[in-house]
């Protein structure tokens, strides 16, 4: 089948043994990017497919077959003596855990090494599914290997290229100094959504309403959502708060009164004593007022940000942001202005029709703002983001990542002396690639680093909230979940907070 001048494959995964079917998913997704995969559990299930996988077990091994129009295979997982399935039955939990991630290791090996067969490529991330490559790099850097034994393990046991073996190894070596005094054990970090914009992006899957719409609720949202401050506060403490980060959404969609009401709701019930950081995002230019930021200032908030996405104003258009290129150089002064001296700007590469020049356009502008950090994200388009579920309506517009792109915006960042301080992945990522925050000395942004690797309790408030409740020496996390819905939270807010005090009371 074709579109534009695009090939989609259909591809078929049979599924006879399960065990890691995610990670194989996804790792065939990674290769395949374009195609539709479908998965089936019995041979009775399979429909026609372009190329065709079969995983099953084989006498303690996993067998991967494959076939297409032109030729079928086969390739092996060889699982060591004592990794069979029966075998992890007689096992302690720990012992059982360590075998069954080797397990897992050596059957992405050997399926990275077909797929690299099959397609003729390889990806920057080798056969790492996870989103967190910085907090697999810091595991083996605590665990007791030095940078190079780190390296080595990453670049032979997950084939990870090079030159994102030394970034993710440079910024776990940051991020360990950037969270030298957090107490894991008795610290947390608070999460407050506010989940309203002035519109919707294109490729937004975030709990997001357009205000316009919702202008009538958000005071009814705002009671819900500090009734669920305060009596969360009450459940934290004894524990110390190290970072606040209010987010969305675009948090300074709100009017000054009401953003008054939150913080001032925060400060009654937490407190701002100790903070080692307060976070606002004020993201959209076009929310941005003066009035806002100064009612900001009224409260130790460290750090906020200004969120172009891109500095072209076709690619704005498209994308649905509804600002101008202008707005956001004036709102970004007008923050420094009002004297705020940590300022983020969030950067999108992949956007539709943006190729290499546009993005160095982006680059330009920004260098002449000169950003306190700057975060790059590579475009992931989820199932929720008007991008996917209109596909057809963009079907002929070009989403161009490469290496190339990457080491622009990385060679930007050094160049206002920022450097790498954390990065994740996402599915579906355009060039199988990462989001990278830069930062200057001590402008990095200590919550991003905590949420990606997950070594606090992160306890999160409104709409869409999903709290991480990290335990047992961080490792294990359990997550609480608010409704998305902002009806159905204002409604069950008391719902909510039961479900926090539940699973506060039983994991930490």
Known sequence: MKRGTIHLYKIGILFLEREFEHDIYELIRAFYPESSLTSFYSSEEVTECDL??????????????????????????????????????????????????????QLKFALYQLLVKLTGKTLPWGNLTGIRPAKLAMGLIESGMKNTEAAREMRERYLVSPQKTALAITIANREREILKNIDYENGYSLYVG??????????????????????????????????????????????????????????????????????????????????????????????????????????PVTRISVNPQTMNQETLDIIGRRHTVEETKSAFALARECGFDNINMDLIVGLPGEDRLMVENTLREVRTLAPDSMTVHSLAVKRAARLNIFRDRYQEMTFENNQEIMDMTMKAAYEMEMGPYYLYRQKNMKGNFENVGYAKVDKAGIYNILIMEEKQPIIALGAGGSSKLVFDHGNRIERVENVKDVTNYIERIDEMIERKRTGIRTWL
């Open 52 to 105: 065709f996988f079969r995983i099953e077990d084989q006498d303690g091994c996993c067998l991967i077959g494959y076939e297409n129009e032109e030729k079928k295979g086969a390739i092996t997982a060889e699982f060591t003596e004592g990794q069979s399935s029966d075998a992890l039955i007689s096992c302690d939990k720990d012992r059982a855990h360590a075998v069954r991630k080797e397990r897992k290791d």
């Open 194 to 299: 506010v989940p309203f914009c002035p519109s919707i992006c294109l490729y937004c899957s975030f709990s997001s309403y357009p205000l316009k719409q919702w202008k009538d609720r958000v005071d009814l949202y705002l009671e819900a959502l500090c009734k669920e401050i305060h009596e969360v506060a009450q459940m934290m403490k004894g524990r110390k708060l190290d970072t606040i980060y209010i987010g969305g959404g675009t948090p300074t969609t709100l009017e000054p009164y009401q953003l008054q009401k939150l913080l001032d709701a925060l400060s009654e019930s937490f407190g701002f004593d100790g903070l080692e950081e307060f976070t606002i995002e004020a993201g959209r230019p076009d929310s941005i007022t003066r009035e806002k930021l100064m009612m900001i200032r009224n409260y």
